[in-house]
């Protein structure tokens, strides 16, 4: 079975800090996702990367980074947290294929409250 | 730019009734389309996909969907809802991307679905 995993299920973090989302799969996926759930918006894609060191923005990168250094490990960072940014993380991962799409697979979430 | 609607935000239905949850989207290509299940505290399941072919599709669980190009809709349905059911259900809608191979999923603002005993 294909595993995410993310380092956090809960945090809680202050205002102004650096914060690290850590994901990991163990799938051997070229794809990697980090999304954004509020209740009543659904998902929204903070950005996503095809393959080592590569990434792009997705709908709501503002105030997000990411890193993509190991094809198993993609960290979403917020550089100075704020309030505005408390919600759950979801990250996923996929197979890249020429043609087709590939199921997206997701972690369990971190749900971030920033104070 | 793709879209998704599900203009349910929440629905009660009783154990043993049946379900349908609706999906209307907007893309200009021929869609895949999809259907996640969310149970409390948890990450996102897949339930079903829909790329071409027989517009009705099986998915886990005993749920189905129904391509309608027509209505540019693809609704979920399970004829005997069981409380285990109860959980948040993502129609999504998928565009690629500019990364070869990667496609973006654009997600419906979910419905809620509650069981009653």
């Known amino acids: 079975d294909v595993k995410v995993t993310q380092s956090s299920r809960y945090l809680v973090k202050r205002t102004g800090e650096k914060v690290f989302l850590e994901c990991v799969q163990d799938?051997?996926?070229?794809?990697m996702f980090w999304y954004r759930q509020d209740p009543g918006l659904g998902l929204r894609l903070i950005y996503f990367s095809y393959d080592v060191k590569m990434k792009e923005k997705g709908d709501i990168p503002e105030g997000y980074s990411v890193s993509r250094e190991k094809k198993e490990r993609f960290s979403l960072i917020l550089e100075s947290a704020s309030t505005n940014q408390t919600s759950m993380y979801l990250c996923?991962?996929?197979?890249?294929?020429?043609?087709?799409?590939?199921?997206?697979?997701f972690g369990p979430g971190t749900r971030l409250t920033v104070l | 730019a793709q879209s998704v609607t599900q203009p349910d935000i929440h629905i009660t239905v009783s154990e043993g009734a049946s379900l349908e949850l609706r999906c209307n989207y907007s893309y200009g290509a021929t869609p895949y389309l999809f259907w996640y299940v969310q149970s409390p505290g948890q990450g996102l399941q897949l339930l079903l996909k829909?790329?071409?072919?027989?517009?009705l599709v099986q998915g886990i669980k005993g749920f189905e969907a129904e391509f309608k190009r027509s209505q540019s809709s693809f609704n979920l349905r399970k004829p005997s809802v069981h409380w285990s059911d109860a959980a948040e259900y993502f129609c999504?809608?998928?565009?690629?991307?500019?990364?070869?191979?990667?496609?973006?999923?654009?997600f419906g603002k979910g419905t809620k679905l509650s069981v009653i005993p």
């Open positions: 829909y790329f071409s072919g027989d517009t």
């Open positions: 799938m051997d996926h070229e794809n």
């Open positions: 999504a809608v998928a565009d690629r991307g500019s990364g070869a191979g990667s496609y973006q999923l654009t």
């Open positions: 996923a991962s996929s197979l890249k294929l020429g043609s087709s799409y590939n199921e997206q697979f």
